[in-house]
């Protein structure tokens, strides 16, 4: 085993007497330690603890070896992150299409907000997509950005003509060259979807479709209920 120091990134909490949790924030790594080893470890005095005890410490990342500089590597970890940052430029947008629901599920936080009926625009979607473009001037590197959008509700499907109008509007901005590329993804409790739909998941690049199911159908039905109360899928 190497010449090895404490790591200057360990954090110690007490648990309770005599044993405590030993936290290393750069590695990430957790352990359950006794006092005893805790302050051998804070006075230096490593040649007390047991050979195969300091071992799972050096492998852990508590001890290291004795002439690393590890904020070398927090600057190559940073460095790391900013590379795949301006390699890969995306901007992500939760869409809230409506807050209204076909369904009135009984735990719903978003509670009376469903029963409201504004909707989002072609001229909302037009502004929040120019505001997305505009991001590339705080960019340090000068390239188009990928678009990543989330429909969102309420139920967005009742919006769905303004759904369709954004996911057109980005397939004209990547033919355009405007944006790089884009992905969409759906939050949906599912009872809309139609053939319209469905057509749309083929001719754009939708990702994801997250359909809320709440277990079998017996319990499912229960809560996921429509407006004249009764459970809204057959499973």
């Known amino acids: 085993m ?4 404490i790591s200057k990134y360990n954090i110690a909490f007490r648990l309770r007497e005599n044993t405590y949790i030993l936290y290393n924030t750069l590695y990430n790594s957790i352990s359950k330690v006794d006092f005893e080893l805790l302050e051998a470890m804070l006075k230096g005095n490593l040649e007390d603890i047991p050979q195969d005890i300091r071992s799972k410490l050096y ?3 508590f001890l290291v070896d004795d002439e690393l500089e590890e904020l070398n590597i927090i600057k190559t970890m940073h460095n790391f992150e900013i590379s795949k940052l301006y390699s890969a430029f995306r901007v992500g947008l939760t869409l809230t299409m409506t807050y209204a629901c076909n369904l009135k ?3 719903c936080y978003e509670g009376n907000l469903t029963q409201k009926a504004d909707f989002l625009s072609k001229k909302d979607i037009d502004i929040i997509l120019k505001f997305a473009l505009n991001h590339q ?7 188009n950005p990928s678009i990543d959008v989330s429909f969102y509700g309420g139920e967005p499907l009742l919006n769905w003509k303004c759904c369709k109008y954004t996911l057109e509007s980005l397939e004209a901005l990547k033919r355009k060259g405007e944006i790089e590329d884009y992905t969409a993804g759906f939050v949906t409790n599912g009872t809309l979807i139609n ?8 001719d754009f690049n939708i990702v994801s479709m997250q359909i809320t ?11 996921r209920i429509t407006r004249t109360v009764k459970g809204h899928l057959t499973l």
Do not use: S
């Open 195 to 202: 053939m319209d739909v469905i057509d749309a998941i083929n």
């Open 59 to 61: 492998n852990f990342g």
């Open 137 to 143: 001037k705080y960019f340090p590197i000068k390239r």
């Open 105 to 107: 599920c009984p735990y």
């Open 2 to 5: 190497p010449m090895v120091k």
């Open 213 to 223: 199911l709440d277990g079998p159908k017996e319990i499912h039905d229960k809560r």
